[in-house]
């Protein structure tokens, strides 16, 4: 039986229950400029100086010592005439430490219907919501370069709590809520982010219709761990719902930058729901928000393939055109670019900023919407789901070391090897690399490296280099296009040395199969199959003659193989299922099975990682909690290490011994950020 790396349910206890959780806030006022309320004091200017304001009155206070906060903002009495004003908050940490000043960006994003809101008088303008972490104490000043003095101005400082849940939030609880022309990624409940539905003073209003998407950051952190992220959740979720008067979250999805997805507005993900977005452009649109401050640092992978993801889809129920333009008439109000009344064309897929006098979603994230776009059509011009679009590979040199290839946040492929004394090199950019999915890689026989990746034209793209006595990559070759159009990650294998089997997924959703003999490459031939991930390909000698093992993810969510030729490339047997589930797509490890000799030792992930024997069935689990497809490397004595991005998109290891039947140690970090 060929090895190969399955994604299999692990067996665990179950993790802890999503609760809802209290969040404490903290009001403080300083009234106005005016007519300064309680600690408040009026001095000159600003103490990192604003240009041309340095004689302008500012509003400032200083509280040194308060209870525990997590997220800051600044509210004031709502008045469409306060516009332009600059707002410099620093915090204080539990050693007493004070943080540089950081100015928050008003964030008057729009409120949707709230009559009872209204009537109430409960709206409130307000700053964006800033996640500090852990804080003691906050300082103040804000003064107004033009428009109306803000008044009944008030500090406020909330403390999200804490939940078990909120480390290990288990799988989403909302998936395939409805048929469309892409699939809809799995998204976290407002349960599992700790909503406390108690605080939710909105009744849902909907549309008639979706007509466009509108691409938000939260600004903020861009620090935080994935821990973090429910808590950071209920802190934006006070913030608007109460301290702003929306009576609910303002956006209607949230999407971390590990890619995770979360559901925000309550009233349905699937439905019309108005949310609080982009102020006079709230009905018709879909509000995605990148959590994050993506003015002041790049976007990940992760997050950008999930927004277009959940976006395909919801432009999949109502049969809106991602490249194309809609007509949207503005509500008016707020820091809205257009007066009400005005109908103003926009592209489908639009930016905070071109409806707003706001920089959302920041430069890089506005950066990222013409990708946006073109990621969205191709997920709904193909209607095909992947659920493996990130992933890293390994090989093992002759001399004895361990080869990482991954994929770093700018999208270039580097390499990493271990060192023969123990620990590892650092990371090194193979020359001219920009990869569109995760790489994979080979080693027939511990000499040489071939890595191939799909390149941001949608065809495979194939390099290779010498491993040298050190087993470092050396001088590699070039890159040689491949050719095709590939909606997934490609699969690699060999049957021996100068030997390679690319296998990938085209644009009708089958495997497609590419041969190099030594001397030529022959392909692409179909090999049939409906998938919804990456392959993982296995290179095989049966009685003299060479065949790849090639598994993939069905529709049905079980691993499916079958064997390819090994000299021409075509189908030799059916795809057959497996006993096997899956939930990020499988991958074999990076060698041929000449060097190896054929195994019963499988791998697989879902949220933690385990071995899998194909033949019986059994699994071992190694723990853990991944978010990328895992690469195998096998060594000599039978023992494996195992190679996966972490949920902080670290680089992490551990290794199995079949001598120990367990892990031998747990995940430890090997370092880099990684897509």
Not at 377 to 389: E, K, Q, T
Request: proline share 7%; aromatic share 8%.
């Amino acid at each position: 039986m060929t090895p190969v790396l399955l994604i299999i349910p692990v067996s665990a206890d179950p993790g802890p229950e999503a609760v809802p959780v209290p969040v404490s806030d903290q009001e403080l006022p300083l009234g106005s400029v005016d007519a300064p309320e309680g600690e408040a004091e009026v001095q000159t200017g600003t103490t990192a100086p604003v240009p041309g304001y340095e004689s302008t009155p500012a509003l400032t206070l200083s509280e040194p010592d308060t209870a525990q906060f997590s997220t800051v903002g600044v509210t004031w009495a709502r008045d469409d005439a306060v516009t332009d004003i600059v707002i410099k908050i620093r915090v204080k940490d539990a050693a007493g430490q004070w943080s540089d000043w950081i100015e928050l960006g008003v964030d008057d994003i729009g409120v949707a219907p709230n009559p009872q809101a209204a009537a109430a008088g409960v709206l409130r303008g307000g700053s964006e919501p800033h996640w500090a972490g852990s804080s003691f104490g906050a300082e103040l000043e804000l003064l107004t370069r033009s428009g109306s003095q803000p008044h009944d101005v008030q500090l406020i400082l909330l403390d999200p709590g804490s939940a078990p849940a909120d480390v290990d939030p288990q799988s989403p609880d909302i998936q395939d809520l409805a048929n469309a022309a892409a699939s809809m990624p799995p998204i976290y409940s407002r349960a599992q982010w700790g909503a406390n539905e108690g605080i939710r003073n909105w009744d849902p209003e909907y549309a008639s219709t979706i007509k466009a998407a509108t691409i938000h950051h939260t600004a903020g952190s861009n620090t935080y761990s994935a821990a973090d992220v429910p808590a950071i959740l209920r802190s934006i979720y006070q913030y608007h719902a109460v301290s702003r008067g929306w009576g609910d979250i303002g956006y209607n999805v949230i999407v971390d930058k590990f890619g995770r997805v979360w559901e925000g507005r309550y009233g349905g993900l699937s439905s019309t729901v108005i949310g609080a977005h982009a102020g006079g452009f709230n009905s018709y649109t879909f509000g995605v928000s990148m959590l994050g401050n993506y003015d002041v640092a790049p976007t990940t992978g992760p997050m950008i393939s999930s927004v277009a993801a959940v976006v395909a889809w919801k432009f999949g129920l109502y049969g809106v055109n991602p490249s194309g333009s809609t007509t949207l008439t503005s509500g008016g109000g707020g820091t809205a670019k257009y007066p009400a009344g005005r109908a103003v064309t926009l592209p489908t897929i639009f930016g905070h900023r071109d409806v707003g006098s706001t920089t959302c979603p920041g430069s890089y994230g506005y950066a990222k919407l013409g990708e946006i776009r073109s990621t969205v059509a191709a997920n709904m011009g193909s209607g095909l789901r992947d659920v493996s679009p990130s992933g890293v590979a390994a090989v093992r040199a002759q001399s004895g070391q361990t080869t990482v290839v991954v994929r770093g946040t700018d999208s270039g492929l580097f390499t990493r090897t271990s060192l023969s004394g123990g620990g590892w090199g650092n990371y090194v950019r193979i020359p001219a690399s920009a990869a569109d999915g995760a790489p994979a890689a080979v080693s027939a026989d511990g000499t040489r490296i071939d890595v191939v990746v799909r390149g941001t034209d949608g065809g495979y793209w194939q390099n290779y280099a010498a491993l040298d006595g050190n087993g470092i990559p050396a001088q590699w070759r070039g890159w040689y296009s491949l050719g095709g159009k590939f909606t997934s990650a490609p699969g690699v294998g060999a049957t021996g040395p100068n030997t390679l089997g690319i296998v990938g997924r085209g644009t009708d959703g089958a495997m497609w199969q590419m041969n190099w003999t030594g001397s030529a490459f022959l392909g692409w031939t179909s090999l049939g199959g409906s998938t919804i991930s990456a392959p993982a390909v296995q290179g095989q000698v049966v009685s003299g003659s060479p065949r790849y093992v090639v598994s993939a993810v069905g529709a049905d969510s079980r691993v499916w193989i079958m064997t390819a030729n090994g000299r021409s490339p075509g189908a030799t047997a059916s795809w057959a299922a497996s006993r096997f589930s899956s939930s990020l797509g499988p991958q074999t490890d990076g060698a041929s099975s000449a060097t190896v000799g054929a195994g019963t030792l499988s791998i697989g992930v879902s949220g933690g990682a385990s071995f899998a024997n194909p033949t019986d069935g059994k699994t071992i689990a190694l723990g853990g909690r991944v978010s990328s497809t895992v690469a195998l490397v096998r060594m000599p004595d039978g023992s494996v290490w195992a190679f996966a991005r972490g949920l902080d998109g670290q680089l992490w290891m551990t290794t199995w011994s079949p001598g120990s039947g367990q892990a031998s140690w747990g995940w430890a970090p090997v370092g880099g950020q990684l897509i």
